[in-house]
């Protein structure tokens, strides 16, 4: 079982590769190969239904992360956050109903709001990495701790350093 810490990470890889699928899903659509298409999109559905699980239960157990960025991006992030939300509402009812219409093959009623699901199904996707680098790399959990007017580059800066009794090279982490 994943430690409740790895959620967050398992959770932007299922985002990455549900844009992955649906990018992939369009290309194949966009060269007439139904079969490759409909793969991808039906994996990308899957994912994402993985997805809302893991995310559903991280946040069941963990509750909500607090962003601590400061200055000119705390607007951006909510700005982000906000859109990211709304449009994440949507996404089930419209893939479900995009993936319905396809498998009744009502290919005239899939394409007309498949022009909408996908857009906001690949934003809501692609912005979910954004939040969860925002979050827990650039101004998250990660920086908790540092000395304050320090980088985070220069608190963490790896080196490779020769060792003396040895030839081989060890990574170590600075001080």
Known sequence: MLELSQFPTLNASLNAASAALLTTGYY??????????????????????????????????AGS?????????????FTILLT???????????AVMTLHRALRQDWTKHQRIARWTL????????T?????????????????????????IEQSTTFLRRSETKTAYTLELAQ
């Open 84 to 94: 990211h939300t709304i449009f994440a509402a949507l996404v089930p009812l419209l």
């Open 119 to 126: 857009p906001i199904w690949l934003y809501v996707s692609v």
């Open 28 to 61: 194949f659509i966009r060269q007439r190969n139904t079969v490759a298409h409909r793969v991808c999109m039906t994996l990308a559905f899957v994912v994402s239904i993985v997805f809302l699980c893991s995310y559903l239960y991280y946040h069941a157990h």
């Open 128 to 152: 979910g990495v954004v939040i969860y680098w925002l979050l827990y790399h650039a101004y998250g959990s990660l920086n908790a701790g540092r000395e304050e007017g320090k980088g985070r």
């Open 65 to 77: 992360t607090r962003f601590t960025g400061t200055g000119w991006i705390r607007p951006i992030y």
